[in-house]
């Protein structure tokens, strides 16, 4: 059953390709959304100018023609107060810290499946919500972002070691946290560290074995 309409939230879809917008505003709609598309990034930025108010959550392909979605959410993140996630071809640790590292607060993977689109989705509103009831609440917001970069890049660092998809270096994360009972980004900034602090020494184990 649909949301009532006082109650739709309005989302921002950007994406070259006119099929997988049909196909995502389609599931979107169904889900309780309102949306409304852009075929760019100065179509997307033009709808922006419209609509800021009423945009939850904007959702951007990582690769268009022309500007590409992350210089897109650069600019959404310079001149707006509009969140954003991104939708990419690729699963990978490196995107996923991209991704990080511009701000998202979510990632969802091509092929779109709406059964794993939802469910990501949804979380990436959350995030969203939480970022703008922050600002509200006059919480330290940059210290709450940098916490939710902590856990991203730790997610990468875990994909990228152990060859697993993200939910599944998520989870795993998550549930280790929750068992020593800290908190996610604790855990999460360890992880961080230690990748920096092997990824140093393996730089100087090279240095060593070259000048033998």
């Known amino acids: 059953m649909s949301a009532p309409a006082s109650s739709r939230r309005l989302i921002l879809l950007v994406d070259d390709d006119p099929l997988l917008l049909d196909f995502i505003s389609t599931v979107l ?11 760019s990034a100065p179509e997307a930025m033009q709808r922006v100018q419209e609509r800021e108010a009423d945009i939850a959550l904007a959702l951007l392909d990582i690769t268009m023609p022309g500007m590409s979605g992350l210089e897109l959410a650069q600019r959404l993140k310079e001149h707006t107060a509009v969140p ?3 939708l990419s071809s690729v699963d990978d640790a490196e995107t996923a810290r991209q991704a990080a590292s511009h701000g998202a607060v979510g990632f969802v993977v091509k092929p779109v499946d709406a059964s794993r689109l939802l469910p990501a ?4 509103l959350a995030r969203a919500d939480e970022i703008r009831q922050l600002r509200r609440t006059e919480v330290n917001l940059n210290a709450a972002l940098a916490a939710g970069r902590e856990t991203s890049l730790a997610v990468g660092v875990l994909m990228a070691r152990y060859q697993t998809d993200r939910n599944t270096a998520f989870e795993v994360l998550r549930d280790h946290a929750r068992s020593n009972r800290r908190k996610i980004n604790e855990v999460a900034e360890q992880i961080v560290a230690a990748e920096e602090l092997l990824g140093s020494l ?9 000048g033998k």
């Open 84 to 86: 954003f996630m991104f």
């Open 121 to 124: 989705f949804e979380a990436g």
């Open 202 to 210: 393996h730089g100087a184990f090279v240095a060593r074995l070259r």
């Open 29 to 39: 709609q169904h889900a309780g959304y309102d949306t409304i598309g852009a075929g």
